[in-house]
């Protein structure tokens, strides 16, 4: 079960002509899928595409209707593999997973696709986690289509050229024999927006259709001599027609006066920056109508180079607007205008910044300056000169704390990394490798903990080199999460780890989801769920590997027996890879799940328990040391007002869940006495209601006993 | 610093038939209900006309980090505007802030533009992670904020929307819509607001309070809720009538205290009667009284003493946690704070883990010593009894289990605890009164030192480790014109880390000066 319910959202995939579809950049993809006759569909979540994934999962039954099958794949290669059933059969398939962390995953696959070839249409939709909000390293997608020969879209980010992008890549796909990938950038996929909506359409060619006969055609088996003949066919036939298609189709966009001197060519996503920039330089109204001249790439690889050359025909000047590094498109046009002999100026970056973001401001100064060198008439004097008087803001930066994401409410993560503090207080710093997820959150404050993260389910395989001679030394500590697990750790870090005899220690995170992507279901949730076998038991996925040592902790927020595992796994004289699998339920979606259950329960006069914490406030002194191993966002500080104190002492609010973490913490910890857990019982029987009355008759009077005979605050 | 650089600060110009675009950017703390503000926003302008675009990058990654909804609207004119993705420096008409500091942070990022931004601020405060982890106070002061909304924005509508929002029993996405509609920045009527809000059908009257009770703020039709100023709940103490007499005493040698002092010492006097009984009260007097003579108006000296002398005379020890968690007052207040309604039952469980430590200084002196010394009692316990203790307060066994503890109270100058702390106390107190005679301001600042010893066992040796190595720079210091200036910069230092890293600096910079090595 997904973090978020789609269930509102997948009633609009049944819309048809006439209809006009509303909804994020994401969900306009998945409609437009159905739109084109998809007969298969897989991928990978990851931000931003991990709505797509969630809304297919949850239109299982619309997808049934059309025959569309539907995948939640095991990795962004297993995804990429699926497209395999274009190779042979005239079937549309459609993949998604993030980029660029994904297609790295599924480059091997996507060689092999892309030699071969395809005959349905194969998209590959890739969800460009770039700039800013990004979770990933700042790479580009571009490098993966140009060393495998595979086209790429980056349409305008609006959710009509969205919607066509895809109808285009399908066709541009079949034309060329070609996958196809198209790029969605973080805001694009997210972007509410609205298009005219047609009728779905059921695929051509079903899967079911294509097991019942088989096809086989050796000539597009990835195997020599037939790979000698893929990549000449790459060169001499479907980069041809995929250029020939480009231009027929009209794919890239031509904007503003043909006869300008100065001229732009950027890609599709970029589009809308560039145009406020230009409004904001008097250049362009906020429709976007311009004087000048624009080529507009919808498509940025291939490039044609006719129309490249065409367009800087008779210019002064080109500024290329490309995001990221390396510039390749600016590359290929540099190299297009010298052989072409060319006299025309190419500018782009250094302009333009070489990296990171074309932001708004980024996109202004770049615009100005290279119409400020080519074409100075085009500037408005205001732009130029500047007549508002500066107003001097006072500097905020001392004074601003940074605000790094971190664990949500009760997560169940927190307390492995408060035990693995504490372990660390007592047997020293270990050398700790990190992984993807929610639990790489370990690296921010208050717990500092984690050297190097190198991929998803590569934590401990990134500390494989680290071997101790010395048995009784110091030994690595990895950190992968259940996700990770099944997506690459358990053979690439597990069975690594049993095969090279490591003495290392790995922590496998198992929150029942793939969380940090919005709470997938994997091989290992405890949910029943419909169309997928789950329940499969990391235990015994570890010892079917080999492990011999292995603990599983049923709970978390047990901090003292987190804390003496880790500790017997660090210092445990049996060989081989010591596996602790950490299990609770991600708390994000246990509240989602429990909480409408409970407050139903209560209304109905069953009986009920909410738990909570809560401090002590005379009793906490205000050292904060519990912070310094919580981080909750539900623990924080406040003031006693009592002049007699000087600093904030520690306060939970209303939006604490009660899971244990700060009171186990502190006695972990042995940290103080001013936690305490209250649990609130709705619906009480009859017996718990009257026992506690007696109780508290009891306490009442010894209470009142006491006070009486001394001086005390009443 | 003056963030307006030398880049080009453009506007954005009409279309030819007048018409313009409107930015708006929202910056919230994950968890804030961003999304469902932005939601009402777009849902508003498209009630009125306009066509509107929304993004964001989904919190789905970002948890509980800080996060920008944006929004672009324009007049529907039939045609579709080109709508940007993301906020500009210098670009945006509204800025929205969901917290104090990420309108700083809005601020510093060029978001704010003077002549053109509307600032929708509320300026309660999340405090982040850094500010939580610090040992002494790490929250960072908002004045400076507040101060550079008003020259930042050119209309601010900044007050405390989270206090608000509570009050209205709803979310501060609620009130920030309250405070964007009233704050007239956009064209829209109120009416059409209210409409979005009743549509979105969850929690609607509560919301509704909200954004009225925010739009009247916003308009200036309502005081907004003041910033509260937390005073401690004035508890009134019981005084039994036949301790009347020597508590009447104690009265009249407070009410001959230095007025200036009285205010500190009437709540000592009745920390540490409350603490122990009356002739502690005494004991308590007879510090501050010592220290009065020998200072003068304005008695900064005589104020720290009645504040600090409390504090080190009522050292946290397991009768006085006992004490507390057994007392009426607290049980209701516990019932407050969780909110147990009638009909409900409330269960509480204290977590206690009481070393070995703990046991041996909680018994009387002889005996206490004596078990200190013997190693195999001390492994038997570790072995066996160091664990934590869950105690149910709420029944009787767990609550006779405290309160049998905190009887205790009239034997506690017996007990091994209160022979180190006195001594602690007495040698701290000597030092203060030495020094006071040369400089009564360095006095007051090792007085202050005693906020370094808090917390329980580990935190607690940390404390007193840290407060004896500023205490060893005194004798660097004394003498100095400068000395009690130093001594409050080493406190400052030692409270600003767990580890004591800045303490170490600041110490080796006092070394430095004195001539001598490190």
């Known amino acids: 079960m997904a973090e978020r319910s789609f269930a509102k959202e997948v009633q609009k995939l049944k819309q048809g002509d006439g209809d006009t579809f509303s909804g994020e950049g994401i969900l306009a993809i998945t409609k437009a899928l159905l739109e084109n006759g998809v007969g298969y569909v897989g991928g990978y979540q990851g931000s931003p595409i991990s709505h797509l994934m969630d809304v297919l999962a949850d239109a299982q039954d619309i997808l049934g209707e059309l025959g569309v099958r539907f995948e939640a794949s095991a990795s962004e290669a297993t995804a990429t593999a699926m497209l395999a059933a274009s190779v042979h059969y005239p079937i549309r398939g459609a993949v998604t997973y993030k980029s660029v962390v994904g297609t790295n995953v599924a480059s091997d696959a996507l060689s092999n696709l892309a030699s071969g070839g395809v005959t349905g249409g194969a998209l590959i939709i890739v969800g460009e986690d770039y700039g800013e909000g990004s979770s990933i390293m700042q790479e580009r997608t571009y490098a993966f289509a140009m060393k495998s020969q595979v086209w790429m879209l980056d349409p305008r980010p609006n959710l009509p050229s969205i919607v066509a992008a895809v109808g285009d890549g399908f066709e541009l796909s079949e034309a060329s024999n070609t996958p196809v990938m198209l790029q969605m950038g973080i805001r694009s996929c997210h972007v509410h927006g609205s298009f005219a909506a047609s009728d779905n359409r059921r695929p051509d060619m079903t899967v079911s259709q294509a097991l019942e006969s088989p096809r086989r055609d050796l000539e597009r088996i990835v195997l020599p001599p037939a790979t000698y003949l893929h990549e000449a066919e790459k060169l001499t036939k479907r980069k041809p027609a995929a250029e020939r298609f480009i231009l027929e189709r009209g794919l890239n966009e031509r904007f503003g006066q043909p006869s300008g001197k100065v001229g732009l060519i950027i890609q599709g996503g970029t589009y809308n920056t560039v145009i406020r920039a230009l409004n904001r330089l008097g250049l362009a109204d906020l429709y976007g109508d311009t004087d000048l001249d624009i080529l507009c790439l919808n498509c940025v690889y291939p490039l044609v180079d006719s129309q490249i050359l065409d367009f800087c025909e008779g210019k002064d000047a080109v500024l290329i607007v490309e995001e990221g590094h390396p510039n390749y498109i600016e590359q290929q046009i540099g190299h297009m205008l010298y052989k072409a002999g060319k006299r025309v100026t190419l500018e782009g970056k250094g302009m333009l910044p070489m990296g990171g973001e074309y932001t708004g401001q980024v996109m202004l100064q770049g615009l100005g300056a290279f119409l400020t060198a080519h074409a100075p008439e085009l500037m408005p004097v205001a732009a130029v000169a500047k007549n508002e008087e500066p107003v001097v803001i006072p500097d905020l930066s001392e004074v601003l704390p940074a605000r790094p994401p971190g664990f949500c409410t009760g997560c169940p993560e927190r307390p492995i990394f408060a035990a693995t503090k504490l372990v660390e207080q007592e047997l020293g710093e270990h050398h700790i490798s990190s992984d993807i997820g929610c639990h790489l959150f370990s690296i921010m404050p208050p717990f500092d903990l984690g050297a190097t993260t190198m991929g998803y389910g590569l934590g401990p395989a990134s500390a494989s080199a680290f071997h101790n001679e010395d048995p009784h030394g110091r030994r690595s500590i990895s950190f992968v999460g259940d996700g990770g697990f099944w997506h690459n750790g358990l053979t690439s870090s597990v069975g690594n780890a049993v095969f090279n005899k490591s003495d290392n220690v790995i922590v496998i995170v198992d929150n029942f989801y793939a969380a940090a992507t919005g709470g997938q279901d994997i091989l290992s949730s405890r949910a029943d769920n419909k169309t997928k076998q789950t329940q499969n038991s990391i235990v015994e996925a570890c010892q079917g590997m080999g492990v011999k040592w292995i603990r599983q902790i049923d709970r978390t927020y047990d901090v003292t027996k987190v804390r003496d595992t880790l500790k017997e796994a660090l210092t445990t004289q049996v060989a081989g890879p010591k596996v602790i699998v950490a299990s609770s339920e991600c708390m994000l979606n246990r509240q989602r799940r429990e909480k409408p259950l409970l407050a139903k329960a209560t209304k109905e006069g069953k009986r009920t328990v909410r738990p909570r914490f809560g401090v002590d406030e005379d009793i906490c002194t205000g050292d904060h040391a519990c912070m310094r191993l919580s981080g909750c966002p539900s623990l924080s500080v406040k003031d006693t007002g009592d002049p007699l104190r000087d600093d904030p002492v520690a306060a939970i609010d209303q939006t604490c869940v009660g899971c244990g973490n700060c009171g186990e913490v502190a006695d972990a910890a042995v940290l103080c006495p001013s936690f305490y857990q209250a649990e609130i019982v709705s619906n009480p029987t009859p017996r718990e209601g009257r026992k506690a009355r007696r109780t508290q008759k009891i306490i009442d009077w010894l209470q009142h006993r006491r006070d009486a005979k001394r001086v005390v605050f009443a | ?518």
């Open chain 2, 1 to 518: 610093m003056n963030i307006q650089d030398t880049s080009i600060a453009a506007r954005r110009s009409p279309s030819s038939d007048g018409e313009k675009i409107i930015t708006l950017a929202a910056l919230a703390v994950g968890g804030q209900g961003g999304g469902v503000l932005t939601n009402w926003i777009t849902a508003v302008a498209e009630a009125n006309g306009y066509r509107a675009q929304s993004t964001s990058v989904a919190g789905v990654a970002q948890r509980t980090g800080a996060t920008i909804y944006y929004v672009e609207m324009c007049r529907d004119t039939g045609r579709m505007p080109v709508f940007a993705l993301s906020p500009a420096e210098g670009d945006v008409d509204i800025l929205i802030a969901s917290e104090l500091m990420e309108g700083g942070r809005a601020i510093m990022r060029g978001f704010v533009t003077p002549g053109r931004t509307t600032l929708i601020a509320s300026t309660h405060r999340i405090p982040a992670v850094a500010e939580k982890t610090v040992p002494g106070d790490g929250r960072a002061d908002g004045h400076k904020v507040i101060e550079a909304m008003g020259i930042a924005a050119d209309h601010t509508v900044a007050f405390d929307m989270e206090a608000l929002a509570k009050s209205a029993g709803s979310m501060i996405s609620s009130s920030l819509l309250g405070g964007l509609a009233g704050s007239g920045a956009l064209p829209f009527p109120k009416q059409s607001y209210e409409d979005v809000i009743r549509a979105s059908g969850r929690g609607v009257e509560a919301s509704l309070r909200a954004f009225n009770d925010a739009f009247d703020c916003a308009t200036g039709k309502r005081q907004p809720p003041q910033p509260e100023v937390v005073t401690k709940q004035i508890e009134t103490l019981h005084v039994p009538a036949r301790h009347q007499a020597q508590w009447g005493q104690l009265q009249a040698r407070l009410a001959a205290l230095p007025a200036p002092v009285q205010d500190m010492a009437a709540l000592g006097l009745t920390k540490v009667v409350d603490y122990q009984d009356l002739a502690y009260g005494t004991q308590y007097l007879d510090m501050v009284e010592s220290l009065a003579t020998m200072d003068s108006a304005p008695f900064a000296m005589t104020v720290a003493a009645a504040k600090y002398c409390a504090r080190a005379l009522c050292y946290d020890d397991i009768l006085r946690v006992a004490d507390i968690k057994t007392r009426a007052s607290r049980m209701s207040r516990v019932r407050d704070e969780v909110v147990v309604g009638d009909d409900q039952v409330l269960m509480v469980t204290e977590y206690f883990h009481p070393r070995f430590e703990e046991f041996t200084t909680t018994l009387p002196r002889w005996l206490g010593k004596r078990l200190q010394k013997s190693q195999r009692l001390d492994a038997f316990y570790t072995r066996h009894l160091d664990k934590g203790r869950r105690i149910r307060t709420d029944r009787l066994r767990g609550f006779l289990m405290l309160w049998a503890v905190s009887a205790l109270r009239p034997w506690r100058r017996a007990l091994l605890r209160h022979d180190t702390e006195m001594a602690h106390v007495d040698g701290w107190f000597a030092t203060v009164t030495d020094v006071a005679r040369k400089d009564r301001a360095l006095a007051a600042e090792l007085l202050a030192n005693y906020r370094l010893i808090k917390g329980y066992s580990d935190t607690h040796v940390r404390g007193h480790s840290k407060f004896a190595r500023i205490m060893q720079a005194l004798p660097i210091l004394q003498g100095r014109p400068d000395a009690a200036d130093w001594m409050r910069r080493l406190r400052t230092a030692a409270l600003a880390d767990e580890s004591g890293a800045q303490l170490d600096g600041a110490l080796a910079t006092v070394r430095s000066f004195a001539g001598e090595t490190a």
